[in-house]
């Protein structure tokens, strides 16, 4: 009877691990940068579309670009200062050390 417990706890742990690995799939590398976009005199830019380019470093001066980067991104339409675009640096560019992203418009 013992046997037989430990054999339900086993195979019910068995089970947990199974599920949590099938939920736990690749997320990949790409994600969404949110930002807020203003002219130069302050004002939201509004009802048009941008060219973005964006380059990730490894230092907030000088250092090296990481991953594929610069990603360039056109036509992102920015409404009332708001803009999203789809990024990715492919992998080994996000490793978990500092990280600066440089943003040109």
Same mark, same amino acid.
């Given at each position: 009877?013992?046997?037989?417990?430990?054999?339900?706890?086993?195979?019910?742990?068995?089970?947990?691990?199974?599920?949590?690995?099938?939920?736990?799939?690749?997320?990949?590398?790409?994600?969404?940068? =949110?930002?807020? *976009?203003?002219? !130069? @005199?302050?004002?939201? /830019?509004?009802?048009?579309?941008? %060219? $973005?380019?964006? &380059?990730?470093?490894?230092?907030?001066?000088?250092?090296?670009?990481?991953?594929?980067?610069? =990603?360039?991104? *056109?036509?992102? !339409? @920015?409404?009332?200062? /708001?803009?999203?675009?789809?990024? %990715? $640096?492919?992998? &080994?560019?996000?490793?978990?050390?500092?990280?600066?992203?440089?943003?040109?418009?």
């Amino acid at each position: 009877m013992y046997s037989r417990r430990r054999l339900d706890w086993v195979g019910g742990l068995c089970i947990v691990l199974a599920c949590s690995a099938a939920r736990a799939a690749d997320m990949g590398t790409a994600f969404t940068y =949110q930002g807020f *976009l203003e002219n !130069p @005199v302050g004002t939201p /830019v509004s009802g048009v579309n941008c %060219d $973005f380019r964006f &380059g990730l470093w490894d230092a907030a001066a000088g250092g090296n670009q990481k991953g594929t980067s610069p =990603q360039t991104v *056109l036509a992102v !339409p @920015v409404d009332a200062g /708001v803009f999203a675009a789809a990024i %990715d $640096f492919a992998d &080994g560019a996000i490793d978990g050390t500092a990280r600066w992203l440089e943003i040109d418009v």
